[in-house]
């Protein structure tokens, strides 16, 4: 009797079990479900893109593979917010990297989520009725309030318009037109086409629209290993940022990266149209060829200095964690006038460096370490409202590309 009393209990036992294993394991693929539906939106972007493209809207280079031929196909998905959708896209033989804007982009909240996309108003400039000449003055106009004033303004003007006619017949038509302003109001566009002829940017295959396609680049983080999202649930943050580290290429190769990400913030400093300053500097956001040349998988908040302080100016706060705008762009808070001031507190050479500091530390050999930790923590240190910044970030920067190049150069990795 005792024996079938203890039978009976270690089967209710077991069975609570799978049923407690069966609730949780359903329960957690209805949260990954539900985060999947609301994040990878590509069917109702593409839906969006192609009326508008169906009812002569909009155009672009892109249009035809997208919505007519299907040669243009969404593949797995990458987004990581809901209203900046992402895929992998595979063009004909070609692959690449499909963005599209599934809200309003051209607006910096600092914090608070974007409003819903209008669709009414989404491609209403420029109006029917519009000349070429009247486009250019009013890209002219836009450039001028992101980016200042520039001198070579007007040949930026020009490389736009060259871009925006998709299919190359000398004209550029006004659905054409009203793909390139809407593609401009966002930053990472706006950045990649003045950085094209740059090594360290993807090129733009193609546009339509809000939507336009990157190349793709192979490997889509600086360091670290994609694992399933149930073992992600498992493994503490902390240890899973020590683990990344493990997940690296050799010495050399990451040194070779490491000199492509300070090439790159060279290009966005003080380059021919002004300063942009890098607000989230993650290694999410960098990724790198199988020559381990470093491209930016990432721009979205990359923007003008400009634009920055025009934005953050006069900003309430209480205190300097009011004063931040993505994850890196900090300022103070003046407490006298309790509003946030204009100056960036890091540059982007510190940030960077920041970054790089254990990627390049562990493993490096032993004859540089002690100079390379050196020239690294010098670098954290430099502050926007030092004197003769520019000077020591000139030099600061020099310093490291020449002890990391000189001790590849021998290699098979430079």
Not at 356 to 374: C, M, Q, T, V
Request: hydrophobic content about 40%; aromatic content about 10%; glycine content about 6%.
């Amino acid at each position: 009797m005792l024996l079938l009393v203890r039978f009976s209990y270690m089967r209710m036992k077991y069975l609570f079990i799978s049923w407690l294993v069966v609730f949780i394991g359903s329960w957690v693929m209805y949260v990954q479900y539900s985060t999947y539906t609301e994040l990878c939106r590509g069917h109702d972007c593409r839906k969006i893109i192609c009326d508008k493209y169906k009812t002569g809207v909009i155009d672009g280079s892109a249009c035809s593979s997208l919505c007519a031929k299907e040669t243009l196909y969404f593949g797995k998905c990458l987004s990581t917010k809901p209203n900046k959708q992402m895929y992998l896209g595979i063009w004909g033989n070609l692959q690449g990297v499909i963005k599209c804007q599934m809200e309003e982009a051209a607006q910096f909240d600092f914090g608070t989520d974007p409003e819903p996309r209008k669709e009414i108003v989404l491609f209403d400039k420029p109006t029917r009725g519009t000349t070429v000449e009247k486009f250019k003055e009013m890209v002219y106009g836009l450039f001028k309030a992101k980016l200042g004033e520039q001198g070579n303004l007007s040949e930026l003007v020009n490389l736009i318009l060259s871009f925006a006619d998709g299919n190359k017949d000398g004209r550029v038509s006004l659905p054409e037109a009203k793909s390139a302003w809407a593609l401009l109001q966002l930053d990472e566009f706006l950045l990649m086409v003045i950085l094209q002829d740059k090594e360290h940017t993807p090129k733009l295959m193609g546009f339509c629209g809000d939507l336009y396609v990157i190349e793709r680049v192979e490997y889509t983080s600086l360091y670290g290993i994609s694992l399933p999202w149930i073992i992600e649930l498992l493994i503490p943050s902390g240890f899973r940022r020590s683990m990344d580290q493990w997940f690296t290429p050799s010495w050399p190769r990451k040194a070779k990266i490491a000199i492509g990400l300070l090439e790159f913030v060279e290009d966005v400093f003080h380059g021919p149209y002004g300063n942009f300053l890098m607000c989230d500097t993650s290694a999410k956001n960098l990724g790198y060829n199988d020559k381990y040349d470093l491209k930016m998988m990432d721009m979205r908040k990359i923007v003008p200095e400009m634009n920055l302080k025009e934005m953050i100016k006069d900003r309430p706060c209480e205190s300097d964690m009011d004063c931040v705008y993505g994850t890196d762009c900090r300022t103070v808070c003046d407490q006298s006038k309790m509003r946030c001031t204009t100056e960036v507190i890091q540059p982007n050479l510190a940030k960077v460096c920041q970054l790089l500091k254990d990627y390049l530390l562990r493993g490096a050999p032993s004859d540089i370490h002690e100079e390379l930790e050196k020239q690294l923590y010098l670098c954290i240190a430099l502050k926007v409202t030092a004197n003769q910044m520019e000077m020591e970030h000139s030099l600061i920067l020099n310093n490291l590309k020449m002890l990391l190049w000189k001790k590849i150069s021998h290699t098979n990795d430079s």
